[in-house]
């Protein structure tokens, strides 16, 4: 069973069976664990987390649920998961050894792809599991909004995705250049870490490069792609200034880059790509980021109203003449509201999605109040909002009312009789022959 939203977490109960991870050869290991992801993937989980001492847990629409009747996971269990994950990329396999931190990809047969991270916990090895889509789903299937559409139009200048770690940012990233790939006739280089959604070739050639085996470092394979002919760079993420710098250069020079941050809002993102540099640099950056910056997706996932997933709640800022100005003034504090008032760009505010998502009936309103960044302005907005929506709803359902009257009222229109012919004039003859008429 799974928990309703708001309510407390029960276990999920699967059938009877035995340690689906007990086999010792990594050939019988990799088959169970291709079981158990299975099995996960067929419940709807969107992450699996595997630790010493506890059953697998999975996150069904955004709460974590033992899976109850599978054994507890062993020191040894997870040592040959980690083997058998890792085998394929040793040199990834031996930096876990060394500093205990893994990211890589997992995919064996008809699974889907999984990002996975394996990391070290109290001396002991935990692993999460994120399932990754076999397809891109679409702008309408993750109900974006049409902002974010419009920057996928962009052919130079910098994007960048934001949110919180599980906020969906790869998958808008991938629908995004899956639109591209689609739409377009260009060169795509992504630089990810792992690759997590593969493209194939479409109207675009698109490279996937994935740190740790296809280049050292998001900054080198960066700076070589300038040098590659792209016309889209997608970097997984700017993590440093180096990053940071390179990604503005290769904006200016116009390329079209799209990144993530782990920021929650545009006000946010602007400062940090400001703060990756020193005090001194930082009025240049502010001159660059202002001139390149086309747009900042930010979102945040939240369980439906009653179940059956969840869908993102996206802020989108489009640059126009006033963010430039305040970004180049350091007046970051005010884009919030140059965002609010928007509209015209095709902006909202995380704000406004998360009343949109409660008065269509998507999202509970306690879900979503929690969710804001002040709850207390949210709920101030949200009731202004609802009682004008009762006006309006109120407006048109007497418009309505008033056509219906208006049209029962009518008397019946009597069915109007052929008019008759007028009687034919007399015809007279001459005596030379003429027919006269009348």
């Known amino acids: 069973m799974r928990a309703t939203p708001g309510g407390p977490s ?3 109960r699967l059938r009877a069976k035995a340690n689906p991870l007990s086999g010792r050869s990594l050939v019988r290991v990799r088959m169970d664990l291709n079981a158990l992801l299975r099995s996960a993937v067929e419940l709807g989980a969107t992450d699996i987390h595997l630790k010493v ?19 507890v996971m062993t020191d040894d269990t997870l040592a040959t998961i980690l083997a058998t994950i890792g085998h394929r990329a040793p040199d990834k396999l031996q930096l876990f050894h060394q500093h205990g931190d893994l990211d890589i990809a997992y995919q064996d047969g008809d699974l889907p792809r999984f990002r996975v991270n394996a990391y070290r916990q109290r001396s002991a090895i935990s692993f999460a599991f994120r399932v990754i889509p076999k397809t ?7 109900n974006l909004p049409v902002g974010v559409q419009n920057l996928a139009e962009e052919h130079r200048g910098l994007i960048l995705v934001t949110g919180a770690t599980g906020s969906g940012k ?8 899956d639109y591209m790939n689609r739409n377009r006739k260009q060169h795509i280089i992504t630089i990810e870490d792992p690759i997590e959604i593969l493209h194939p070739d479409r109207g675009c050639i698109v490279n996937q490069r994935e740190v740790g085996l296809d280049t050292e470092s998001f900054g080198q394979a960066l700076r070589r792609a300038l040098r590659q002919d792209p016309d889209t760079i997608l970097i997984g993420e700017l993590r440093d200034a180096e990053t940071a710098q390179t990604a503005l250069q290769a904006a200016e020079s116009g390329h079209l880059v799209l990144s993530t941050l782990h920021t929650i809002d545009a006000a946010e993102t602007v400062g940090r790509m400001i703060e990756f540099f020193p005090p001194e640099k930082q009025e240049v950056i502010r001159s660059i980021l202002a001139g390149v910056l086309r747009g900042v997706i930010s979102q945040r996932l939240l369980p439906k109203l009653g179940g059956g997933g969840r869908v993102a709640a996206v802020e989108v800022m489009v640059m126009n003449a006033r963010i430039e100005e305040l970004i180049r003034e350091g ?4 884009i919030s509201d140059a965002v609010a008032e928007g509209e015209f760009f095709q902006m909202q505010t995380f704000t406004q999605a998360l009343i949109e998502h409660v008065l269509a009936g998507r999202v509970e309103e306690e879900i979503a109040a929690n969710a804001a960044t002040n709850k207390h302005d949210f709920l101030v907005a949200l009731e202004r909002a609802a009682k004008q929506k009762r ?12 056509a219906e009257v208006a049209r029962t009222a009518l008397p019946d229109e009597p069915l109007l009789a052929p008019e008759e012919a007028p009687p034919a004039a007399p015809v007279t003859e ?6 006269v008429v009348g």
């Open 10 to 12: 029960r276990p999920l």
């Open 53 to 71: 001492g506890q059953p697998p847990v999975l996150r069904l629409d955004g709460d974590l649920l033992p899976m109850e009747e599978q054994p």
């Open 136 to 142: 891109v789903p679409s702008f309408e299937q993750l």
């Open 170 to 177: 790869t998958t808008t990233l991938a629908a995004i250049i």
């Open 331 to 334: 007046r970051a504090d005010e």
């Open 391 to 402: 006006h309006n709803d109120a407006v048109a359902a007497d418009a309505v009312r008033t």
């Open 430 to 435: 001459t005596s030379t022959g003429l027919r």
